[in-house]
T-cell receptor
Framework: DTAVSQTPKYLVTQMGNDKSIKCEQN?????MYWYKQDSKKFLKIMFS???????INETVPNRFSPKSPDKAHLNLHINSLELGDSAVYFC????????????FGPGTRLTVT | GENVEQHPSTLSVQEGDSAVIKCTYS??????FPWYKQELGKRPQLIID?????GEKKDQRIAVTLNKTAKHFSLHITETQPEDSAVYFC???????????FGQGTTLQVKP
């Protein structure tokens, strides 16, 4: 049983393209997140949704657009990809907002050439 | 701003020794402090967390201590084993916003 899953695991694409990453959790959690891990392993919050509502947007460029069709799914669409978008993107979920354990998906390694 | 300083950045110990990683955070209103272990190419995995109503929590060979006055928290691993080798991240949740602010990571190497 995979608690938090992401697809695809790897994504290689050219600059200027548009791509999407999908995330699903079967833990019954209310809150989901997107984090970016750069080449130096630094993990940074991008977005958070609680019950399909956006609650955190960490000044991410508007080329990044998250969407939560229901509380078990959180997708990330990226327009006009740039070289600097190359990173590992992790989805995570927690039971509720604030002080609640977060569980990460396996990550999507995005390479922009 | 919201940040957490983590030290050391790398740590090498002999199998069986103890390892200690320390973090200092910025937001005095925070009350949730998790630690994650990330093996190469894998996801960050929650290994232990502590809330501010306690000063120490232990789970087998790992323990976390919290000093809210000094805004410090530490991870202690005893009787280290080669499979403990990984990158360890501390984190905190500013003012219970839900988001986690991560430290820079500590690469732990346990030599057999």
């Amino acid at each position: 049983d995979t608690a938090v899953s992401q697809t695809p695991k790897y994504l290689v694409t050219q600059m200027g393209n548009d791509k999407s990453i999908k995330c699903e959790q079967n833990l019954g959690h209310d809150t989901m997140y997107w984090y970016k891990q750069d080449s130096k392993k630094f993990l940074k919050i991008m977005f958070s949704y609680n019950n399909k509502e956006l609650i955190i947007n960490e000044t991410v460029p508007n080329r990044f657009s998250p969407k939560s069709p229901d509380k078990a799914h959180l997708n990330l669409h990226i327009n006009s990809l740039e070289l600097g978008d190359s990173a590992v993107y992790f989805c995570a979920s927690s039971q509720q907002v604030g002080g609640s354990s977060q569980y990460f998906g396996p990550g999507t390694r995005l390479t922009v050439t | 701003g919201e940040n957490v300083e983590q030290h050391p950045s790398t740590l090498s110990v002999q199998e069986g020794d103890s390892a200690v990683i320390k973090c200092t955070y910025s937001d005095s209103a925070s009350n949730y402090f998790p630690w994650y272990k990330q093996e190469l190419g894998k996801r960050p995995q929650l290994i232990i967390d502590i809330r501010s109503n306690v000063g120490e929590k232990k789970d087998q060979r790992i323990a976390v201590t919290l000093n809210k006055t000094a805004k410090h928290f530490s991870l202690h691993i005893t009787e280290t084993q080669p499979e403990d080798s990984a990158v360890y991240f501390c984190a905190f949740s500013p003012s219970n916003t839900g988001k986690l602010i991560f430290g820079q990571g500590t690469t732990l190497q346990v030599k057999p």
